[in-house]
């Protein structure tokens, strides 16, 4: 996931009431929220470029016709949204269907290595040894990791246990206990065309029935902003409000800092796919575009924290447990296909 703003774990210990203040600002210049308790409220409506262009007289057109074109459907619908000062995609955004081709490619290597893990993943292993099966797997079939060696992640993928929410680096001297929850998250390059997807593993099977509920509830938020998709021309927001409802109405948070996204032909394209937020805003998601959705949701506080030791882990600000899932969604004349499984 697209990690936005991370605060470092040096940054909690500050004054209460100082570090209230400067996420009030930081929350107007980025768009995040400000938490009050359990209620989470949005202060800024984004983006603030865009009434920037429009204070300056230059209204910035992302969706533009060449001359002599003739305008599609798709255009139009696109045109008009834009005109209503959406949010509208660029023309690069959308992949054309041999592109589409080698993303669905890297999603069966991708869908692969999830399932594999499957019977494997069981107490007493290191999160190391789910990394070597992992890099094994992908060398196998013909496939590169994305992680590894990413902005100089070590390893092929991440292992997130428990309290860790996401980019946990594998390691041998985290060893699984039954009961614990762990995600794996692997993104796969085959051919140049990159699939991104995770999902939650019960180390034994069995573990407490309310963590249990945050894994259940955590596949329920994917499996809504799929739905939320389920015809073209929605927008990221929809998607954001639709699995923060469903995440408060069980009692758990989503994570504000880090983001689905766009992906395929580099790991992190635009947009950002928040999973929270209001309806209509966002980016408008149009035929031909492919994106992650990959909700975070916490069992407590929404809030996070990047251990600052290996600058990439992060964990949940109460040490709670949270649960992630992720799927590669390409938006179709009909709604989202699932290009991870
Ligand atoms: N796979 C993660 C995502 O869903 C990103 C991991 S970046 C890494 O976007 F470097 F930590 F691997
Ligand atoms: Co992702
Ligand atoms: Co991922």
């Not at 210049?29 to 204070?55: D, T």
């Not at 069980?250 to 992190?268: I, K, P």
Request: with cysteine; net charge negative; aromatic share 8%.
């Amino acid at each position: 996931m697209l990690a936005k703003t991370v605060r470092r774990k040096g940054l909690c210990g500050w004054p209460c009431r100082f570090v209230l203040l400067l996420r009030i600002l930081i929350s107007f210049n980025c768009s995040y929220g400000l938490s009050l308790g359990n209620r989470e409220i949005n202060l800024v409506i984004r983006p603030l470029s865009r009434n920037f262009a429009a204070m300056n007289g230059k209204k910035k057109y992302s969706w533009t016709i060449e001359k002599g074109q003739e305008l599609t459907e798709m255009d139009r619908i696109i045109l008009a949204a834009q005109e209503r000062g959406k949010i509208v995609p660029s023309r690069k955004l959308i992949k054309t269907p041999e592109q589409i081709e080698g993303i669905r490619r890297a999603g069966v290597i991708n869908t692969g290595i999830l399932d594999m893990l499957t019977d494997k993943i069981h107490a007493g292993m290191s999160t190391l040894e789910i990394d070597d099966m992992v890099a094994k797997y992908t060398a196998d079939h013909g496939a590169i990791s994305a992680c590894l060696g990413y902005e100089g992640f070590p390893k092929s993928c991440c292992t997130s246990v428990n309290e860790v929410v996401c980019h946990g680096i594998p390691n041998e001297w985290e060893v699984l206990e039954d009961g614990d929850i762990i995600n794996v998250d692997c993104t796969t390059i085959l051919d140049g065309y990159y699939a991104d997807a995770s999902r939650m593993y019960v180390v034994g099977g069995k573990t407490d029935p309310r963590w249990q509920k945050l894994v259940d509830v955590a596949w329920e938020c994917l499996k809504i902003g799929e739905e939320v998709c389920s015809k073209p021309y929605v927008y990221v927001g929809d998607i954001g409000n639709a699995i923060q409802k469903h995440a408060h109405k069980n009692g758990f948070s989503v994570v504000r800092d880090l983001a689905g996204h766009g992906v395929g032909l580099e790991f992190h394209e635009e947009p950002d796919v928040d999973h929270y937020g209001h309806k209509g805003t966002g980016m408008l998601l149009v035929p031909g575009m492919v994106f992650t959705i990959e909700p975070m949701i916490n069992m407590g506080t929404w809030e996070v924290f990047c251990d600052e030791d290996d600058g990439w882990t992060i964990v949940t600000e109460d040490e709670l447990p949270s649960a992630q899932w992720e799927h590669t969604f390409v938006m179709t004349e009909h709604g989202v296909e699932v290009l991870t499984h």
